[in-house]
């Protein structure tokens, strides 16, 4: 098992960026991860990839040990976050990969940094549409021409899982996990217990779902903004990797992905894979990442 560091860095925007590194060899691979979770969700993933690749995986603003002194408005931000965080490290060219929203993050990066982005892997991430929730009726129903527009809106669209988290609600957290990211493997009770810890240290819960709903680089209106058209500047080859079965992020979203970036992507399936594909499919995942990239 290759070992594990964790390490923090001050960046220009005053965060404080808590990140785990692993030595490795002259491939440099930058992980971001998604949405309620933190960069211990690739611990299996880091100790047992190749060992050409050398490893920094970012608890973004917000989230497990990093700070969260500046709200953030869209994803942008964090994209702006990892610029920093590569510039202060001294890391020019790498392979960014993102899974879930931090997919979505690594698209906003490479369009924004291309010079710095060699490959691009997208795990799991929602659509270039981004994902706008929905409204819902008094009695639970979605509305289906009308989403959440504003963060008091989407504050409490998320106060049941706030709940949970403030009255230490793990058993209902878990029974959430299991349904959408677990559904077909779940961690060992160590590990699971550490990324429910992890997740109940996130600050920004509502701020990141409204910012995925105004994420669109797509040339399509979303149903809450306009599309900017901007996925067809990602000129970094893309791997988009997707479990079949995944039950938070529809497999359509990587179709719609490859589709928007152009002939540089392509997609692989993971049959039988679910969200977390970093721990499920996990041998899988590291091959084609390696033949991808090595």
């Known amino acids: 098992?290759?070992?594990?560091?964790?390490?923090?860095?001050?960046?220009?925007?005053?965060?404080?960026?808590?990140?785990?590194?692993?030595?490795?060899?002259?491939?440099?691979?930058?992980?971001?991860h998604g949405n309620m979770s933190s960069s211990r969700q690739f611990d299996y993933f880091m100790e047992n990839i190749d060992k050409a690749f050398t490893i920094y995986s970012l608890d973004m603003r917000g989230f497990g040990n990093s700070s969260y002194f500046t709200r953030i408005d869209s994803l942008d931000t964090f994209a702006d976050d990892v610029k920093e965080f590569a510039d202060a490290i001294g890391i020019n060219a790498f392979t960014l990969l993102g899974w879930s929203f931090?997919?979505?993050v690594a698209m906003r990066f490479a369009i924004d940094n291309p010079d710095q982005v060699e490959k691009l892997v997208l795990i799991a991430a929602p659509s270039v549409k981004g994902a706008p929730v929905r409204e819902r009726t008094l009695f639970g129903l979605c509305r289906k021409k009308r989403f959440v527009k504003t963060r008091e809106a989407m504050e409490k669209s998320v106060q049941k899982i706030e709940k949970w988290k403030s009255n230490q609600r793990r058993a209902s957290i878990r029974r959430m996990l299991n349904r959408m990211r677990y559904n077909n493997?779940?961690?060992?009770?160590d590990r699971y217990n550490n990324y429910i810890n992890?997740?109940?240290?996130?600050?920004?819960?509502?701020?990141?779902?409204?910012?995925?709903?105004?994420?669109?680089?797509?040339?399509?209106?979303?149903?809450?903004?306009?599309?900017?058209?901007?996925?067809?500047?990602?000129?970094?080859?893309?791997?988009?990797?997707?479990?079949?079965?995944?039950?938070?992020?529809?497999?359509?979203?990587?179709?719609?992905?490859?589709?928007?970036?152009?002939?540089?992507?392509?997609?692989h399936v993971v049959k039988g894979g679910d969200h977390a594909l970093m721990m499920g499919s996990l041998g899988e995942l590291m091959s084609v990442v390696e033949t991808f990239v090595l």
């Open 1 to 32: 098992m290759n070992t594990i560091e964790r390490r923090e860095i001050r960046i220009k925007s005053k965060e404080m960026i808590s990140y785990r590194y692993r030595q490795g060899g002259s491939h440099v691979l930058v992980l971001l």
């Open 198 to 267: 992890e997740l109940m240290m996130q600050r920004n819960l509502a701020d990141v779902k409204l910012a995925i709903a105004r994420f669109n680089i797509s040339e399509e209106h979303n149903g809450l903004v306009s599309g900017t058209g901007e996925a067809a500047q990602i000129n970094a080859p893309t791997l988009i990797v997707h479990g079949d079965k995944d039950r938070a992020v529809p497999l359509a979203a990587s179709y719609e992905n490859k589709q928007a970036i152009g002939d540089n992507a392509e997609v």
């Open 185 to 189: 493997q779940r961690p060992l009770k």
């Open 102 to 104: 931090g997919g979505n």
